[in-house]
């Protein structure tokens, strides 16, 4: 079994900065995509931001030239730096692993969520 851990959610001022943290462990053969999802009140979950395990990135329009993602592949996580935050960012972040725990075995993992509310 794979467990993700968040960590960095909390109340920021609009145009402050929060990074988040997301640990995975467990039975970790090897991570592929490391992503961060999030969802707002009546809204679907969305992609903000992913990265490979080459380090190659993809991010949400909404979000580009503000957040950055990055990872470190020898403790099994993955950041967001996000700065000039907007109130339009507030949501409940997930953190997303596609782990292969075989050789022949993989699967996308969810952290619990972490919220962050961007508000003045």
């Known amino acids: 079994q794979v467990q993700l851990v968040e960590s960095g959610g909390g109340l920021v001022q609009p145009g402050g900065s929060l990074r988040l943290s997301c640990a995975a462990s467990?039975?970790?053969?090897?991570?592929?995509?490391m992503g961060w999802y999030r969802q707002a009140p009546g809204k679907q979950r969305e992609l903000v931001a992913a990265i490979t395990s080459g380090s190659s990135t993809n991010y949400a329009d909404s979000v580009k030239g503000r957040f950055t993602i990055s990872r470190d592949n020898a403790k099994n996580t993955v950041y967001l730096q996000m700065n000039s935050l907007k109130p339009e960012d507030t949501a409940v972040y997930y953190c997303n692993a596609n782990v292969r725990t075989g050789i022949l075995r993989q699967s996308d993992y969810w952290g619990q969520g972490t919220q962050v509310t961007v508000s003045s």
């Open positions: 467990g039975s970790i053969f090897s991570i592929n995509t």
